[in-house]
């Protein structure tokens, strides 16, 4: 009985995660068409014009489940157990000297400020959940969050 409940949890978990990263992906559709045209237009300055930023507060902003990061993200990477973090996970890419957090993708602005939109399969959640930090011996790892934000950047 508790694995079926299991089961069912982590489906709704799947299904909420996937509407957010949905919603995600027509903003940045939406946004990209946005530059593209002020692009276009040869009479106004390259920096993003001024908007109205949408208020948003923390009730309303979305959160994720652990697990859904532990199913979604295994196959792109290891999880490991620290004594500072607990678990985080390690990208296959960033146990190579050269890989860096923020290196693969762009920047776009939105109604909630400044948004790094990735390039690698793993994006949607390692850039706006959680953080990344630099382990000694182990290098780039992703601690886990439940909030998101446009990106974690300080």
Do not use: C
Request: charged content about 30%; hydrophobic content about 30%; glycine content about 6%.
């Amino acid at each position: 009985m508790q694995q079926r409940l299991d089961a069912e949890h982590q489906a709704q978990e799947k299904e909420k995660l996937a509407q957010h990263e949905d919603e995600l992906n027509a903003r940045e559709k939406a946004l990209a068409e946005k530059q593209d045209a002020v692009a276009k237009s040869s009479q106004r300055e390259s920096r993003p014009l001024p908007t109205e930023r949408a208020t948003r507060t923390d009730e309303h902003r979305p959160t994720a489940s652990y697990d859904t990061f532990y199913t979604q993200l295994d196959r792109y990477g290891d999880w490991r157990e620290t004594s500072d973090y607990g678990y985080v996970w390690q990208p296959r890419q960033a146990q190579s000297r050269t890989w860096r957090p923020y290196t693969d993708g762009h920047w776009v602005y939105t109604d909630v400020g400044w948004t790094w939109v990735s390039e690698e399969p793993f994006g949607w959640a390692t850039y706006h959940y959680g953080r990344w930090t630099r382990l000694r011996n182990i290098g780039w790892v992703w601690v886990p969050g439940d909030e998101w934000a446009p990106a974690w950047v300080s």
